[in-house]
């Protein structure tokens, strides 16, 4: 049987030299063998990166992970898949930071659950996919994850094969119930007042000063996730919609399961029909975490409210 050509290793690194050492010597590998190479990493990375490159910066695409990134649902349909599709008649390769130290206890299992999931939309594709851990920084269970959804690691010492690679098991580790929020509005919803829903999200998105254009994207995430809770969730569900810390948040449960673990997280072309809520959803919102089980489905779609 042949080796699947997707490879997808965890670079630990431990300060700036180690981690631009690492990161041009992929890529200017690739520049030399003619591959096309993108890189996808924290805006203060993404400077390190440029200016080691220097005149090479030019031949490669170059993507602020805290932008592109911001809800790692979003990763591998706009950031992943989108390059290597556009190249898809060779190999690819790109560095994706997925997870720095700034990421919150709340982003945190939706990015590990990414980095699981990308073996999965990869699985034979020529394509290698370096992710970057600052081992200094990271907490300690954050690397050991790391080992369970990178299938080869490396340091500055070398390489080898991680003994614990199981990405489903991050998967499923994930997939937990929410905590409560401590207060919130609530309806219940279906066919018959659809639109209320999305009138009670956007009238706490005014409120919290989100202009026309956002109150607009919101509207859709709420539109989507209601309208697959019509169509595969029983044909009702329920929408709670409150503000916590710095975001807006909206969850939307019904009844439904999702066994699709890419899900939402796939491009679609337009030119096929089809389902895209779950994409709309990951594409729009800042944060994406979703809790699925056999009788039930329950998605928090998050929005940064604007700068004051």
């Given at each position: 049987m042949l080796a699947d050509p997707f490879v997808h290793p965890a670079l630990f690194y431990r300060g700036d030299r180690e981690y631009v050492d690492a990161t041009t010597a992929f890529i200017?590998?690739?520049?030399?063998?003619?591959e096309p190479v993108a890189v996808a990493v924290p805006a203060?990375?993404?400077k390190l990166i440029e200016s080691a490159l220097g005149a090479d910066a030019a031949?490669?695409?170059?993507?602020?992970m805290e932008d592109a990134g911001r809800n790692?649902?979003?990763?591998?349909?706009?950031?992943?898949?989108?390059?290597?599709d556009r190249h898809a008649g060779g190999h690819v390769r790109i560095i994706g930071?997925?997870?720095?130290?700034g990421r919150s206890s709340t982003?945190?299992?939706?990015?590990?659950?990414?980095?699981?999931l990308i073996n999965l939309a990869f699985t034979g594709r020529h394509v290698t996919i370096l992710c970057p851990y600052d081992?200094?920084?990271l907490d300690p269970e954050v690397l050991r994850e790391a080992e369970l959804t990178h299938p080869v690691l490396q340091d500055a010492k070398g390489e080898w094969a991680s003994d614990a690679y199981d990405p489903h098991q991050v998967v499923r580790v994930h997939n937990l119930p929410f905590p409560e929020p401590s207060g919130f509005a609530v309806l219940r919803f279906d066919r018959g007042n659809f639109a209320s829903a999305r009138a009670l999200v956007a009238g706490l998105g005014a409120e919290l000063g989100f202009d026309d254009a956002r109150l607009d994207d919101i509207r859709l995430v709420v539109a989507e996730l209601c309208a697959n809770s019509l169509d595969y969730g029983g044909g009702a569900g329920d929408i709670r919609v409150w503000a916590e810390r710095d975001r807006l948040v909206c969850e939307v449960g019904d009844q439904g399961h999702i066994t699709d673990p890419l899900a939402g997280r796939e491009p679609v072309d337009p030119r096929v029909a089809g389902s895209r809520g779950l994409l709309i959803v990951n594409l729009l919102s800042d944060l994406v975490r979703i809790h699925t089980r056999a009788g039930g489905t329950t998605i928090r779609a998050y929005f940064d409210l604007p700068a004051r």
């Open positions: 200017r590998g690739g520049l030399a063998a003619g203060a990375n993404l031949r490669v695409r170059l993507l602020n790692p649902g979003r990763i591998i349909p706009a950031v992943l898949r989108a390059f290597a930071e997925p997870i720095w130290a982003e945190y299992p939706a990015c590990a659950q990414h980095e699981a081992a200094e920084r």
